[in-house]
């Protein structure tokens, strides 16, 4: 569930303002898109927290609404982008990206699961009355 969640905040919540764009696009000034992004990620990870962790319908209407509040304000965009490169290319970029960070947040979310579970068992087998 770690994992699934990283990457919804760091792949998936600032994905749909920002998508990830291939060198030499024109693209909106970089410290602008920055702290959108920074703003989106931390938005999302304070509002799954009210909504996994407190439990309360007031909690969860917060965090929904921090999670939806960058996308309301919007990402910071070029009006007009001239580029030879084909949107099908841009497309399979947006796919691979998202794809890959998809299969970094999984392995590093059951890597972990495994590694704790381990770390655990071990505590165990030194103080088995602390268990």
């Known amino acids: 569930m770690w ?4 990457f919804l905040v760091f792949t998936i919540a600032p994905g749909i303002g920002l998508p990830p764009e291939l060198p030499g696009v024109p693209t909106a000034p970089l410290l602008s898109r920055q702290i959108w992004w920074g703003v989106a990620a931390l938005a999302t990870a304070a509002g799954l927290g009210l909504v996994v962790f407190r439990r309360s ?7 929904l609404m921090l999670i939806v509040l960058p ?6 965009e070029l009006e007009h982008v001239d580029t030879n490169v ?13 794809l890959t ?3 970094f947040w999984s392995m ?10 381990y770390f655990d ?8 009355l602390r268990a």
Do not use: D
């Not at 084909?86 to 998202?98: D, G, K, N, Y």
């Not at 068992?121 to 088995?128: D, G, T």
């Open 3 to 6: 994992g699934l969640a990283g």
């Open 57 to 63: 319908v007031p909690a969860s209407i917060a965090g």
């Open 71 to 76: 996308h309301l304000i919007g990402a910071p």
């Open 86 to 98: 084909p949107s099908s290319l841009s497309h399979q970029f947006v796919v691979a990206v998202t």
């Open 101 to 103: 960070s998809l299969a």
């Open 108 to 117: 590093l979310g059951g890597l972990t699961s495994i590694a704790f579970a």
């Open 121 to 128: 068992r071990e505590s165990v087998k030194r103080h088995p």
